[in-house]
């Protein structure tokens, strides 16, 4: 099964979905696309027509252009995935949190679509990441 990931580049997330067997929808081929395709000039900085059209599907005209743009590269993501994980409360550090306007967008998206979907907490010790990855790896396994 195909697993968004948020943050959509933790790597953590990604590899715990990529040990279980499943497939991770992360921010990181999208972007490597984006920095392999020659007909952008300073890849992944421009925007194409088209990125703007894809934008546009999820985040009206009068969401910021930097929101618009993040969705541009994971709405695609979002409408693919067959279930998601998402970590709640992560410190800056932990894959793209910066903008929480984006991620309250992803989150509804992922919500509205009804697809199977984990939340949970960031661990504050190693107690609580044992706990955490054994409910991922539970979520994980019982995906058909």
Same mark, same amino acid.
């Not at 985040?59 to 910021?64: F, L, N, R």
């Given at each position: ?6 943050? %959509? ?14 497939? %991770? ?65 992560? %410190? ?23 697809? %199977? ?28």
């Amino acid at each position: 099964m195909k697993v968004f990931i948020d943050p %959509p580049n933790s790597l953590i997330l990604f590899d715990l979905v990529e040990r279980f067997g499943h497939e %991770p929808l992360g921010a990181m081929a999208v972007i490597q696309e984006r920095i392999d395709n020659i007909e952008l000039d300073m890849p992944p900085m421009n925007v194409t027509l088209d990125d703007v059209v894809k934008g546009l599907k999820y985040a009206g005209v009068e969401v910021p252009s930097g929101i618009r743009g993040r969705l541009a590269l994971w709405g695609p993501l979002i409408d693919e995935a067959d279930a998601a994980i998402i970590m709640e409360d992560p %410190p800056f550090n932990f894959g793209c949190v910066g903008c929480e306007r984006s991620n309250e967008m992803v989150k509804y998206l992922l919500r509205r679509r009804g697809i %199977p979907l984990i939340s949970v907490k960031y661990p504050e010790n190693e107690e609580e990441a044992k706990v955490t990855v054994g409910r991922i790896k539970e979520f994980l396994e019982g995906l058909k």
